[in-house]
């Protein structure tokens, strides 16, 4: 008698049949099933499984405080950005959302509205204007919009060592009671994801850039309705259709207009060029 | 305009398409497409997921020179077994394989045929007699037995820091003339795979058992074919229909028959009770 290897998937599948957790079931039955029907349907070898099996022991050894490898892996391989497609509130009405990507932290320095964020990051200077609306179109006033973002040599300011606890071209700002809110901070930049871990080789392997498009990271909360994870990303970057993470939706392009040097909007004074963008922010009620 | 997560899949599949190496490239792109459809199909929440790509970074940092955590999730999850069964030689009329396991080492002592290789292990005496055929039928003459097995305390000579790198129940024996073999060694014993790691969490929180039914691992090779990597189980233990990594195979379960002190079969005089097992191995041509 010889086993198959449909006998040995559905033993596989059969042997989560008695977890109490019922979605923990749901979850390791699909997950088994996917993966047999992966290696089946390229009849992986032995081999090439190794392969992979030391390809994830390496992104694990990656991994520590700071980096996170397989943040990346899921990032790179486009699953992230499923998930928040799959969840998002944009059929509602509600701006669509993107990634949170790895550089959030829980600690942008809290600004009054209008402010200069960039503290010292090189960059092109850049003035955002935006709105935060309900579905209904109702401003939504005191809502915490906080922002952060890679300066004109694509670093965050968590990526330099130099910096320690010193926060740049971020920041945590209140909207008025129109919804409204404005900041200064530096143009952004297309910058490569970390390439120096197993997950570079895997996309130099492939023949796959590591570059995201230059963009603007913005986390919105607002009393009511859910929080917005999204980016703006600057119009006529060359990898807006190649975004290594697969992060970009033609709406959440913005317009960024170039000034000569004089009177900015906010009434100040720039002594040289500078950047506006404007965008309005529609979030989903609970 | 919206981008629905169809698209994102697409885009994802898409971004391999330039990749030289075309088994690359077909392994990339089905092993997104079944990811996304285990997502799809889930509905996988961000935060399910950040619980995922946290057991997969413990998992790595599981992994070490003597322990390798995803070849046991793989190897729990049926992968491992699934690619065995795949592409062994078994529908051509040879004995069918099952895992290799984490235990096999380059350096099994040789020793004579009918040597004793158990070597101080603790268990009940083994006298386990062997042939190694073609699927023609024809005797295999020194055709290398590669043996290795856990003792009657569930244990490998190499899980056993005391030994050092000294060897138990484990030995390389060739065929003679006839593709004869035999040897001494311990009964083995139902041992449970490492459940202080990831995996083992996982098997906990799904209801699932640890347990591996006794069994002897072989590894034979000769020329013109195809090396056999299998195990021989013993028949009535209560895990030959649950074994934690599906590697049992009706056909690989042996016959172990007890006897009374007194003669053996190779002529030696027992003074306590012993057991025989008997096999006929079937090796694939190249």
């Known amino acids: 008698m010889t086993f198959s290897p449909q006998a040995i998937t559905d033993a596989a599948i059969a042997s989560f049949s008695k977890a109490d957790n019922p979605r923990l079931k749901q979850i390791m039955q699909s997950l088994v099933k996917h993966l047999h029907a992966f290696a089946a349907e390229t009849q992986l070898t032995e081999a090439e499984w190794m392969a992979g099996i030391q390809f994830l022991t390496a992104t694990g050894h990656q991994c520590d405080e700071v980096r996170q490898e397989f943040i990346l892996l899921s990032d790179t391989l486009g699953l992230s950005m499923l998930l928040v497609a799959m969840h998002d509130g944009a059929k509602h009405g509600a701006t669509e959302a993107t990634v949170l990507g790895p550089f959030h932290t829980p600690d942008a320095p809290p600004l009054p509205n209008g402010s200069d ?44 060592s130099e910096l320690e606890h010193e926060r740049r071209a971020r920041g945590l700002i209140q909207t008025d009671a129109e919804g409204r809110f404005a900041f200064w901070s530096v143009l952004p930049e297309a910058y490569p994801v970390p390439t120096d871990g197993p997950v570079g080789q895997m996309l130099l392997s492939t023949g796959r850039h590591p570059w995201r498009p230059a963009h603007i990271h913005f986390l919105i909360a607002a009393e009511g309705h859910q929080p917005l994870v999204t980016h703006l990303f600057r119009e006529g970057d060359q990898y807006l259709d190649s975004d290594v993470v697969f992060g970009v939706r033609p709406s959440l392009v913005g317009s960024f207009a170039h000034h000569a040097a004089g009177k900015a909007p906010d009434g100040s004074v720039r002594d040289q060029g500078f950047w506006t963008m404007d965008y309005e922010f529609v979030l989903q009620a609970v």
């Open 117 to 160: 964020l960039s503290n010292g990051a090189p960059g092109e200077a850049l003035y955002v204007t935006g709105r935060v609306k309900s579905a209904q179109g109702e401003a939504l006033a005191h809502a915490s919009v906080d922002i952060w973002q890679a300066d004109a040599e694509g670093l965050y300011d968590v990526q330099r």
